[in-house]
Nanobody, 121 residues
Framework: VPLQAYGGGLVQAGGSLRLSCAAS????????VAWFRQGPGKEREFVAA????????YYEESVRGRFTISKDGPKNTVYLQMSSLKPDDTAVYYC???????????????WGQGTQVTVSS
């Protein structure tokens, strides 16, 4: 399913942003939708994921308690609410969908184009 991520921007440390990932078609209950990020000179890393059917959520340890992943079923949209942002959170954020949960990019076959998040100190 084609995905489009948006909502990135420039924010000061300690601030908040909400990213959105909109699917152009229906997201089936078996799907897992995840957020990954890739900082300058770094590999793409897992941030958070949500099972579309059950709503079960998963988080990378460094964002737990600061980021919240959620979904809007009728809108086929997944959100990533980011709070208490740090300069280390600076990255291009990607949303992805797949049939299995995982913390590596491999299980996810559909990817959005990415949205830049820059946190200034």
């Amino acid at each position: 399913v084609p995905l489009q991520a948006y909502g990135g921007g420039l924010v000061q440390a300690g601030g908040s942003l909400r990213l959105s990932c909109a699917a152009s078609g229906r997201i089936y209950s078996s799907k897992v939708v995840a957020w990954f990020r890739q900082g300058p000179g770094k590999e793409r890393e897992f941030v958070a994921a949500i099972r579309w059917g059950s709503g079960m959520r998963y988080y990378e340890e460094s964002v737990r308690g600061r980021f919240t992943i959620s979904k809007d079923g009728p809108k086929n949209t997944v959100y990533l609410q980011m709070s208490s942002l740090k300069p280390d959170d600076t990255a291009v954020y990607y949303c992805a969908a797949g049939n299995e949960y995982g913390t590596t990019p491999n299980p996810y076959k559909d990817w959005g184009q990415g949205t830049q998040v820059t946190v200034s100190s």
